[in-house]
């Protein structure tokens, strides 16, 4: 019985070591092509080709998905949220998939995603997007985050929506109307004003509201 498990381990040492060198030493597994999907234009697939730099020849065991990666990131390419990079052992391609930022909003001539982050588009967005001005990282990310939260109704009114700190929030509408909505808390309440004071009759020429105070509401 011992005997036998000295030879099943024997065998399964020198499976696992000839498995080594045929992946890592010799030129069975070899890179014989590369692929990029998730690229908006053949431009981007060869700037990411470049940067990726994963020669035809080279050992597939040694393409470093980490490396590619952080190659990526460190060249500056902003709108890439994700990269996944896959070998094929088959057919010897290697494929780098690229998956991008989606802009929930902007920046002057920058895009915001859903977490907030400020990234170059490599297309054009043609879609209307609410402005976001914010003072700082932490600022625009609270400003996402409540405009995120709020009913479609309203968030699709909104054209630019200000944050001068991270919980002090200023919308201006489409229909000219400027909203001081003061921090992000008691935002479903100060929604159910909003709706409130604007189906007023009396309130149809304002152009002003300030529910930062939901206690105390003003229109002019």
């Excluded at 597994?29 to 080709?49: E, M």
């Excluded at 393409?63 to 902003?78: C, H, M, N, Q, T």
């Excluded at 982050?117 to 996402?144: G, H, M, W, Y």
Aim: aromatic share 6%; glycine share 4%.
């Amino acid at each position: 019985m011992r005997h036998k498990r000295e030879v099943f381990l024997g065998s399964s040492i020198l499976i696992i070591a000839t498995l080594a060198f045929l992946f890592g030493w010799t030129n069975l597994f070899t890179v014989k092509s590369v692929s990029v999907s998730g690229s908006p234009n053949t431009q981007i697939t060869k700037q990411v080709l470049l940067i990726a730099d994963i020669k035809k020849g080279e050992k597939l065991a040694r393409v470093e998905p980490r490396s590619i990666s952080s190659k990526l990131a460190l060249a500056g390419i902003d709108w890439i949220e994700n990269v996944k990079i896959s070998r094929n052992w088959i057919n010897r391609n290697v494929n780098i998939d690229l998956s991008a930022r989606v802009a929930i909003a902007k920046a002057g001539e920058r895009y915001i995603d859903q977490g907030g982050v400020l990234f170059t588009s490599p297309v054009q967005v043609n879609e209307a997007l609410v402005e976001i001005e914010a003072k700082d990282d932490a600022a625009r990310a609270a400003a996402v985050e409540l405009f995120l939260a709020l009913p479609s109704e309203l968030r699709n009114k909104i054209v630019t929506l200000s944050a001068s700190t991270s919980n002090n929030f200023q919308f201006a509408l489409n229909d000219d109307l400027k909203i001081n909505w003061g921090s992000n808390s008691n935002t479903e309440v100060k929604v159910k004003i909003y709706k409130a004071l604007i189906d007023l009759p009396e309130n149809k020429k304002i152009n002003q509201m300030d529910v930062s105070d939901p206690t105390k509401p003003t229109v002019k």
